[in-house]
């Protein structure tokens, strides 16, 4: 499984941005994609996910009513429409992919592939 991120880039506080994340290499049925950021000094920190098969999405509280997070399973491909940025909202942003299971969606360490990161950085 290969996944590549793109859509980072400078943007000021109060605008938005899309990520894309691509996926490749086989089918993700019963599978989920989340996104995940990391800050400088940070920990890596869970900001949402969406279900391949049912659709069914969490987000953080952090950035609840500011994101969105969609899919296109025809393209296996995973989006996040990021509106009212916020200076910390600045991180390098992650996709990752989860083969099974849905509990404890929010630790990194239950998926399986990630991608390389696109930094997002938000100016006040």
């Known amino acids: 499984v290969q996944l590549q991120a793109f859509g980072g880039g400078l943007v000021q506080a109060g605008g938005s941005v899309r990520l894309s994340c691509a996926a490749s290499g086989r089918t993700f049925s019963g599978s989920s994609m989340g996104w995940f950021r990391q800050a400088p000094g940070k920990e890596r920190e869970f900001v949402a996910r969406?279900?391949?098969?049912?659709?069914?999405?969490d987000y953080a509280d952090s950035v609840k009513g500011r994101f969105t997070i969609s899919r296109n399973n025809a393209k296996n491909t995973m989006y996040l429409q990021m509106n009212s940025l916020k200076p910390e909202d600045t991180a390098v942003y992650y996709c990752?992919?989860?083969?099974?299971?849905?509990?404890?969606?929010?630790?990194?360490?239950?998926?399986?592939?990630w991608g390389q990161g696109t930094l997002v950085t938000v100016s006040s």
């Open positions: 969406i279900s391949w098969s049912d659709g069914a999405i």
């Open positions: 990752a992919v989860r083969l099974s299971g849905y509990s404890d969606y929010k630790t990194p360490q239950r998926y399986n592939y």
